[in-house]
């Protein structure tokens, strides 16, 4: 075997032309060679062999091939071998650069640059050292680096365990969330946060509307989770302006195959916490007991109680030329407000009915939202919802005197100036007895039938004790119905004692009459007139209809009682 310090000699080149020489087998070997200038004297390379170019036989001066040997291995056994080995760095056994072991038996009988890849070859320095190492030594050496190998791979196994582990119980826990036990009307933190606070699931379905209006033939008409653009608004409420902004909102509108034009709008807005939600939820049963955005007139109002957090009902009329009924309840599940708007031509809509189509869809709400589930929804009728304005009328508590015309509109309350319609038979600005008397003006706007600044003045007087009260209410009366034995002139009419219920129960004593007086040889003046008590209030109203244009007995007889209703509040 040849000595690997010792260059090879220079390989014979075939001469110019000499086709019967066959070429040398390693000058086909293209993927190892590379054109280089011939090397230095001093050179470790064998020196460069001549040869014409395979391209340009007739040329053999113009370019060299440097043939770079393969240098002998040395014997398996030797220390520089296995030193040498453990020098270079190596990667996985797995890759498909080292298909072999380099730490296997088969490794011994493989040249060292299978393993050596492209790595950088050690400095003579380093050689030198490796060269002198001892066998014991060299053998010491690659045990060592086998045990740091070890512990490196056993780490990397034990980290990716448990990488793996925490993968699947996160997975586990999204997909799976704990459940607490929650009372039968509470719904657990952990179901409202597993999934949407509100969906299309969760408002009003055809089946439930048979609650409302049985054998109506209910359709969906549509569902938008966009009910700020939606055509179809709610009676009575505003969502606009509110003191939170809900993080959802839907809205679902039914209709029927009814004459009668029946026909329900659901809405649904979740809110952020059940504290923002109560706020809402207060604002709007503030706005649905006083329902004075458009012209309505508030029939009746019902309290609900089994559903949810709090629930009311009001009862309001579109006074057209053929009445729209509207029955809006309002309720409140945890963070979930619904407001279920139901209307039907000529007849109103029961408001039972309408709780209990609302209870199926809080008992679809009420685990999610964290908030208390229907259970067996009970209406009670009150006499009315209180509003703000209270104890003094609202302008729904007047009624339109022309079918789809006229708009009522409240001014600020006063201290009492009225001078009343001259048949009291006392001064009511200055009248002793009251601790207290302040005045309140409704004007009819929007109706041409009315006369100039026609409308209702609103007198109210308070007493030290409700005796005090009846007996100036009596005062009153004595005065207007002997009017007309007083004054020639004056001609007194319709009149009526009336008798209601109001908050919690106070008994509303009081009478209504139309009083007339003659002006000039054809002119008249007409007045309505009514006094109820109410504890140790009375209010006393004052109107200035004519012959074309006045209340009817019972509008005005109706508008008396609801003067003396919200005076209990």
Avoid at 62 to 71: L, M
Avoid at 83 to 108: C, G, I, K, M, Q
Avoid at 279 to 306: H, M
Avoid at 539 to 564: C, M, V
């Amino acid at each position: 075997m040849t000595n690997p310090a010792e260059p090879r000699p220079d390989r014979a080149q075939p001469a110019d032309g000499d086709a019967s020489s066959s070429p040398d087998p390693s000058a086909e070997q293209k993927p190892y060679e590379a054109r280089r200038s011939a090397p230095s004297a001093d050179s470790p390379l064998p020196p460069e062999a001549s040869r014409a170019s395979a391209d340009s036989p007739g040329d053999a001066t113009n370019e060299t091939v440097t043939i770079r040997p393969r240098r002998a291995l040395p014997p398996s056994d030797s220390p520089l071998d296995e030193a040498y080995l453990n020098a270079v760095p190596r990667r996985s056994a797995t890759s498909p650069d080292f298909p072999v072991d380099p730490n296997s038996d088969d490794a011994e009988s493989m040249p060292a640059r299978w393993f050596r890849g492209g790595s950088k070859s050690p400095d003579p320095d380093e050689l030198q050292q490796i060269e002198e190492l001892s066998p014991e030594e060299a053998a010491a050496k690659r045990e060592k680096r086998k045990k740091l190998q070890w512990i490196l791979g056993a780490a990397g196994a034990v980290l990716l365990v448990v990488v793996v582990i925490i993968a699947i119980v996160l997975s586990n826990a999204s997909s799976n969330p704990a459940t607490n036990s929650a009372s039968p009307t509470k719904g657990s933190n952990s179901d409202a946060s597993a999934a949407p606070l509100l969906t299309e699931k969760d408002l009003m379905a055809e089946a439930d509307a048979n609650l409302v209006l049985a054998n109506a033939g209910w359709k969906i008409a549509g569902t938008t989770n966009k009910p700020a653009q939606a055509k179809e608004t709610l009676t009575c409420i505003s969502a606009a302006n509110e003191p939170a902004t809900p993080t959802v909102s839907l809205q679902r509108v039914l209709t029927s195959a009814t004459k009668t034009k029946a026909g329900v709008l659901h809405r649904a807005d979740g809110y952020a916490s059940v504290a923002e939600a109560e706020e809402v939820y207060k604002s709007r049963l503030a706005q649905l007991a006083s329902c004075d955005i458009v012209p309505s007139y508030i029939v009746n109002s019902a309290t609900v109680t089994g559903l949810g957090d709090g629930a009311a009902i009001q009862t309001v009329v579109y006074e057209e030329a053929t009445g729209l009924y509207h029955t809006v309840l309002l309720a409140r599940t945890g963070k979930v407000i619904d407001t279920i708007d139901t209307i039907n031509l000529q007849n109103v809509i029961p408001g039972k009915g309408v709780a209990d189509a609302a209870a199926k869809v809080v008992n679809l709400q009420c685990e999610r939202s964290e908030g208390a589930c229907a259970k067996s929804p009970a209406v009670s009728a009150v006499s009315l919802l209180p509003t703000a304005e209270k104890p003094w009328l609202t302008a729904s508590d007047l009624p339109r005197l022309t079918p789809g015309f006229g708009q009522w509109t409240p001014t600020d309350a006063v201290a009492l100036k009225s001078q009343g319609t001259g048949c009291e038979n006392v001064t009511l600005a200055s009248v002793g007895g009251p601790t207290a008397r302040q005045q309140r003006t409704y004007l009819l706007s929007k109706d041409k039938r009315a006369p100039q600044r026609f409308g209702v003045d609103e007198l109210m007087f308070t007493f030290g004790d409700p005796a005090a009260a009846l007996r100036f209410s009596e005062t009153l009366k004595a005065g207007v119905t002997g009017c007309g034995g007083r004054l020639p002139t004056a001609k007194i009419a319709d009149h009526a004692g009336i008798a209601e219920k109001g908050a919690n129960s106070v008994t509303i004593t009081g009478w209504v009459a139309k009083v007339q007086q003659s002006t000039g040889q054809d002119t008249k003046v007409t007045f309505r007139v009514a006094s109820v008590v109410s504890g140790t209030r009375v209010i006393y109203l004052i109107s200035n209809p004519n012959e074309k244009f006045d209340f009817t007995q019972a509008s005005w007889t109706a508008l008396a009682k609801r003067a003396g209703v919200r005076a209990s509040q």
